[in-house]
């Protein structure tokens, strides 16, 4: 008996664990070596694989803050982020764009993990 009551505890705090080690981050780096290169990344967690606990706030980027329970990790996001840092850049545009999603399983059929990449080369 008391094995099924510890499972429940278990598994909620596995859950946790995994959603505390993989907070929700927006960054974007630029490479100014060379061809100017900007990267953008955004990964958010979700439950069940499609209700969105927390995903990377696009409007602090390169910080560990989270928007709760609202998902950002999409290719508009990506892109808007990568058109702020074009432009502080003074670029005209950007072009040679690629764009990846990669999908994480934290716990099986519980959590997952979305990470959205973005890059580009400036153009100026």
Known sequence: MKTIRILPTLIAALALSAALLAT???????????PNMVTV???GC???????????????P?????NWFSNTVDLETNVRLL????????AIGYRNVVSHRDDER???????????KTS???VR
């Open 24 to 34: 929700g981050c927006a960054s974007v780096t630029v490479c100014d070596k060379g």
């Open 41 to 43: 990344e955004n990964d």
């Open 120 to 122: 580009a080369e400036l």
């Open 46 to 60: 979700f439950l069940f694989y499609c209700i969105p606990l927390f995903s990377g706030d696009p409007d602090y």
């Open 62 to 66: 390169n910080q560990q803050v989270c």
């Open 106 to 116: 934290i716990i099986l059929l519980l959590l997952k993990r979305k990470i959205f």
């Open 83 to 90: 058109d702020e840092a074009a432009r502080e850049r003074g």
